[in-house]
């Protein structure tokens, strides 16, 4: 068996995490609450890149780039907004202040998801997945 043919474990994580989030927003389908039709997707990502299908893999890539994108836009957004370490937050007509300690918080997930996109990237990109998505 060559390399090529084998699963990358990395691009298996992915397709678990991505099974994960598709098949908790398919549970809200029995609930009342909105479902998120672009998680429910993932599903079909995950399957797609297990039976190897080259649109998977297309998918997969748009659904980073759309990510990295967003990323780069809220650090744009950060630098030149910054702000004094106090955040006014407002939902509807409501404003309220948060504090620096759930500022930390944020800073310390956002910092998370950035990691989790790098990690996205990589996997999507990388050599050994497009090689393993075009074996057949």
Same mark, same amino acid.
């Given at each position: 068996?060559?390399?090529?043919?084998?699963?990358? &474990?990395? %691009?298996? #994580?992915?397709?678990?995490? +991505?099974?994960?989030?598709?098949?908790?927003?398919?549970? /809200?389908? &029995?609930?009342?609450?909105? /479902?998120?039709?672009?998680?429910?997707?993932?599903? %079909?990502?995950? +399957?797609?890149?297990?039976?190897?299908?080259?649109? @998977?893999?297309?998918? %997969?890539?748009?659904?980073? @780039?759309?990510?990295?994108?967003?990323?780069?836009?809220?650090? #744009?957004?950060? /630098?030149?907004?910054?702000?004094?370490?106090? @955040?006014?937050?407002?939902?509807?007509?409501?404003?309220?202040?948060?504090?620096?300690?759930? %500022?930390?918080?944020?800073?310390?997930? +956002?910092?998370?998801?950035?990691? +989790?996109?790098?990690?996205?990237?990589?996997? @999507?990109?990388?050599?050994?997945?497009?090689?393993?998505?075009? /074996?057949?």
């Amino acid at each position: 068996m060559d390399k090529s043919s084998e699963r990358p &474990f990395p %691009l298996l #994580i992915i397709v678990a995490l +991505y099974f994960l989030f598709g098949f908790s927003a398919l549970l /809200t389908l &029995f609930t009342d609450k909105p /479902t998120d039709w672009v998680s429910i997707s993932f599903l %079909l990502v995950s +399957y797609g890149l297990l039976t190897k299908n080259v649109l @998977a893999l297309i998918a %997969l890539k748009v659904i980073v @780039a759309i990510q990295a994108l967003g990323l780069g836009f809220g650090l #744009i957004m950060h /630098t030149l907004f910054g702000g004094d370490g106090v @955040a006014q937050m407002g939902l509807g007509s409501f404003q309220f202040e948060v504090s620096p300690l759930l %500022l930390i918080f944020v800073l310390i997930l +956002y910092v998370g998801f950035q990691l +989790y996109v790098g990690f996205q990237l990589y996997v @999507a990109f990388s050599k050994e997945t497009e090689a393993y998505i075009k /074996t057949t």
